[in-house]
């Protein structure tokens, strides 16, 4: 090259032009750039020589200013098309005469320029160009149209997050769906999230920090999600809605009911039927009466509703019911295993109403023990709707001269415990509250363990023990619910702890977890050799599937689950309701330490119950209005059955910690 010869080169892929100074050394130049500074390349750097004139450095900016005019890359489609079909290959030379006619050096510059700037038409074949095949340009330019649309789409959804945020109405795109949803994962799961990229652009382009908590906030501060979204739920499989197929089931269902497979129910019509629930219960699934038998005998009749009226085996609503296996309580609401209108409405006991039940009808023995039972597919029609609390008060203040039925009930569960407990049922009475979230208001109720609730616990047991004892005598397959024989501490070492909770922790410590498989075994804290949970089918699937197995052998019909299928649907919703327990665990947890933390000044009464670990000062405190357990770290000696007086000095439930401090009066 000579002195004076224009050169193109790359600076960090920048496209730069020079003019050749000198040589230096044996294979380098020295090239001087339009502003005056000098860079030593090798000949591999250089990528064009415009050849045929001299130039000066000042000389480059008036040359790059002639280029300019012609460096359209829509040129090349038109030579393109001319080369394409014999596969021609093309220098920037020969690109020059073909699109301008002439081969100036400035031209000649221009189609070398737009030849290896396209990515488009041609690609470079050593020294030369080649034009690509007419299928991979017409794929070329399929991407990049689509690119340019999702820029567009993108553009467009960075202007409505905008606007969101500053508080415009917004009306979200479904291409922007996509991308609050890839947030929302991210919120969600953090790191493990799919489409992680998609929502770290959003936050970037933001400048909001790239964590999962700024996606959660990015989300509030849209408006998308409240300041107490439950990602609790939201990382759990539980299904929040129904599949649309399912509602749609559910609507012909109320409009068209299926012929009831018992057309020859036992009307009971003429009892009365007590329903006792919180008063907040929408699903009603059990009710008590009693009949009055000669001699002066009684039966007591539990009803139980009766879902499976509405549905069949395998159909839309039982594959979504097992899919949910439970309704899922939250203190902000519930979500039902079936849908409400169904829930609510002609699969509940309601009050007033003819309805189906599955009614256990139970003679006992003088000491609680059942002395014989039958059980029908019926017909009640519910008398009284009462709540824990209208029963207590009608128990405990001598409310029942006109309900002679009710007081009789409570009189045969005070029986049945204490059969129970003669038996070797183990009883524990821990506080347990209510925690309820309404309009962003918390209300937390401890349950107390009254008469009334006694009263239906007993008999709902019973009712799982009556249908287990059918089970068992019939060879059916169900879903038995066994506990194995806890090893307590010794007599003497309890009898040391305070009585009440602390001594109840220590017993609840030892309690090993209730099982289900198909073969009956005692369950130990029950007291009762056999026994399974029927009384809930409305809410729980396991009660559901003992439903269909004992109505069809009711019918004289063969059972619509084998032992197989019982026990593989069993395994599978072993896994599906410990999640739920667990999301309700965890969200009844939040909202408590919520609660907490808006009450700093308040000062709470509470009980230590038990060391969590001794070394460490760590222990399990109850507070006692609230029905509450939280770990505590002492700073003093302390031992369990200690009453102290604390006050909430930290609390943030999205972290899942609290800290309190003792006060002192």
Not at 11 to 36: F, M, Q, T, Y
Not at 391 to 405: I, N, R, T, Y
Request: hydrophobic content about 35%; some cysteine; overall charge negative.
């Amino acid at each position: 090259m000579e002195k004076g010869t224009l050169i193109e080169f790359r600076v960090n892929s920048d496209r730069r032009l020079a003019v050749i100074e000198r040589p230096e050394g044996k294979k380098h130049w020295i090239a001087i750039d339009e502003r005056a500074q000098s860079h030593t390349l090798h000949p591999r750097q250089i990528e064009y020589e415009v050849s045929g004139e001299t130039y000066k450095p000042s000389s480059i900016p008036a040359f790059l200013k002639q280029v300019e005019p012609y460096l359209d890359l829509s040129n090349l489609e038109v030579a393109w098309e001319l080369l394409v079909e014999d596969r021609e290959t093309i220098n920037p030379a020969e690109m020059s005469l073909l699109l301008f006619s002439e081969q100036s050096p400035m031209l000649c510059y221009a189609a070398h320029w737009l030849l290896s700037e396209d990515k488009l038409y041609f690609k470079s074949k050593g020294d030369r160009y080649e034009p690509r095949p007419k299928p991979q340009v017409a794929e070329l330019k399929h991407q990049i149209e689509m690119e340019s649309q999702r820029q567009q789409e993108l553009q467009g959804y960075f202007t409505r997050l905008q606007q969101a945020l500053d508080h415009q109405s917004v009306e979200w795109q479904s291409s922007d769906r996509l991308r609050l949803e890839a947030l929302e994962r991210y919120a969600t799961l953090g790191d493990e999230a799919t489409q992680r990229t998609s929502a770290l652009e959003t936050l970037i382009h933001l400048n909001r920090s790239e964590n999962p908590q700024a996606a959660f906030q990015l989300l509030v501060d849209l408006e998308l999600w409240n300041s107490h979204e439950n990602l609790f739920l939201r990382r759990s499989q539980v299904p929040i809605h129904f599949p649309q197929k399912v509602l749609e089931v559910a609507h012909d269902r109320l409009n068209s009911p299926l012929d009831d497979a018992h057309c020859d129910r036992l009307d009971l019509t003429h009892l009365k039927v007590y329903t006792i629930d919180d008063e907040s219960t929408q699903e009603i699934d059990d009710g008590l009466s009693l009949e009055y038998l000669p001699e002066g005998h009684q039966r007591i009749w539990i009803h139980i509703a009766d879902p499976t009226r509405w549905l069949t085996p395998g159909d839309e609503l039982d594959l979504e019911a097992r899919r949910r296996s439970t309704t899922v309580y939250l203190p902000t609401g519930m979500i039902p295993m079936f849908p409400s209108e169904l829930a609510t409405g002609p699969m509940s006991l309601v009050q007033g109403q003819v309805c189906n039940a599955l009614s256990f009808g139970v003679v006992l023995d003088e000491h609680g023990a059942i002395q014989n039972y039958s059980i029908h597919p019926s017909q009640i029609k519910t008398t009284y709707r009462l709540t824990y609390e209208d029963v207590d008060e009608m128990l405990e203040l001598g409310g029942v001269q006109e309900e002679s039925e009710l007081e009789a009930i409570a009189t045969w569960a005070k029986q049945r415990q204490t059969w129970r407990q003669s038996q070797g049922a183990i009883s524990i009475h821990m506080p347990e509250s209510s925690i309820k979230v309404r309009e962003g208001e918390i209300s937390i109720n401890v349950l107390q363990d009254s008469i009334a609730r006694q009263l239906v616990a007993e008999m709902m047991i019973l009712a799982g023990e009556t249908a287990a004892r059918y089970s068992q005598t019939h060879s059916l397959p169900i879903p038995f619910r066994h506990q194995p024989q806890p090893e307590l501490p010794p007599e003497q070492e309890l009898m040391q702890l305070p009585a009440g909770p602390v001594r109840f922790c220590a017993i609840r410590r030892c309690m090993p977890r209730s099982e289900m498989s198909i073969t009956p075994a005692r369950h130990a804290s029950l007291g009762l050799e056999t026994y399974t949970q029927v009384t809930s089918p409305i809410r729980r699937y396991t009660d559901l599937l003992t439903h269909f197995q004992l109505k069809a052998h009711l019918r004289g019909e063969p059972l619509p689950f084998s032992a197989e299928q019982v026990q593989d649907i069993t395994m599978t919703l072993s896994s599906t309701l410990y999640e739920a327990v667990t999301v309700e665990r965890q969200t009844n947890r939040y909202w408590g330490l919520e609660f907490l933390r808006r009450s700093p000044d308040e000062v709470w009464q509470a009980l230590m119950l038990r060391w969590l670990r001794e070394h460490e000062n760590l222990g399990l405190v109850l507070l006692e209005d609230l029905g509450l357990e939280m770990a505590m770290r002492f700073t003093r000696s302390i031992e369990p059955g200690d009453h102290l007086q604390l006050r909430v000095s930290h609390a943030d439930p999205h972290h899942d910690t609290i800290n309190f401090e003792e006060v002192v009066m």
